[in-house]
């Protein structure tokens, strides 16, 4: 099970001495910032002369050796709250409701069809919805806007405790 790091404060840049690491860090070099990293062992001084620790690439999961010279500038994530991402689904399920509106016609004034009057229409809006799932979670919302981007439909998210999911989404979808 792979561990995901939460950035809740800005990325902060500074000058790190190698050495200074510690287990759970999360950095990345200047040089590579989208390459970022979560110290899971102390350092250990390298025979170059640099500090090198193993640690967790956060978008591929590998873990491996990172090495560090003296000079290396690192990017300093300060409070990464790592969390398990399965409880992080359960603790946030909600209810995904699709929605789209269709054109449908209203009568303004009836017609006389016996003197050849046609009735008077006029085009409306009717929302239309349907529920996806009453308890999804973040993967279930993707699949949900792949089959409404390919079938015209939006994808609306409520909390679990909202009454009407339907009716919210068709004034929602009306906005």
Same mark, same amino acid.
């Given at each position: 099970?792979?561990? /995901? =790091? *939460? +950035? %809740? #404060? &800005? @990325?902060?840049?500074?000058?790190?001495?190698?050495?200074?690491?510690?287990?759970?860090?999360?950095?990345?070099?200047?040089?590579?910032?989208?390459?970022?990293?979560?110290?899971?062992?102390?350092?250990?001084?390298?025979?170059?002369?640099?500090?090198?620790?193993?640690?967790?690439?956060?978008?591929?999961?590998?873990?491996?050796?990172?090495?560090?010279?003296?000079?290396?500038?690192?990017?300093?994530?300060? /409070? =990464? *709250? +790592? %969390? #398990? &991402? @399965?409880?992080?689904?359960?603790?946030?399920?909600?209810?995904?409701?699709?929605?789209?509106?269709?054109?449908?016609?209203?009568?303004?004034?009836?017609?006389?069809?016996?003197?050849?009057?046609?009735?008077?229409?006029?085009?409306?809006?009717?929302?239309?919805?349907?529920?996806?799932?009453?308890?999804?979670?973040?993967?279930?919302?993707?699949?949900?806007?792949?089959?409404?981007?390919?079938?015209?439909?939006?994808?609306?998210?409520?909390?679990?405790?909202?009454?009407?999911?339907?009716?919210?989404?068709?004034?929602?979808?009306?906005?």
């Amino acid at each position: 099970m792979t561990w /995901k =790091a *939460v +950035f %809740e #404060n &800005p @990325v902060k840049i500074k000058t790190i001495e190698p050495s200074g690491l510690r287990v759970g860090d999360v950095v990345s070099t200047v040089d590579f910032p989208d390459q970022v990293a979560v110290v899971l062992r102390r350092g250990e001084r390298d025979p170059s002369g640099g500090f090198r620790y193993w640690a967790r690439d956060r978008a591929t999961g590998k873990e491996g050796w990172i090495f560090l010279s003296k000079k290396t500038r690192l990017i300093y994530h300060p /409070k =990464a *709250v +790592f %969390e #398990n &991402p @399965v409880a992080r689904q359960r603790a946030q399920k909600v209810q995904i409701v699709l929605a789209r509106t269709e054109e449908d016609y209203e009568v303004v004034r009836p017609g006389q069809s016996d003197i050849g009057i046609p009735a008077k229409t006029r085009v409306v809006l009717v929302p239309k919805a349907l529920m996806w799932l009453r308890k999804g979670t973040s993967a279930d919302v993707a699949k949900a806007e792949a089959h409404a981007k390919s079938e015209g439909w939006r994808v609306f998210t409520y909390p679990t405790s909202e009454k009407d999911p339907l009716g919210r989404a068709k004034k929602d979808v009306l906005r």
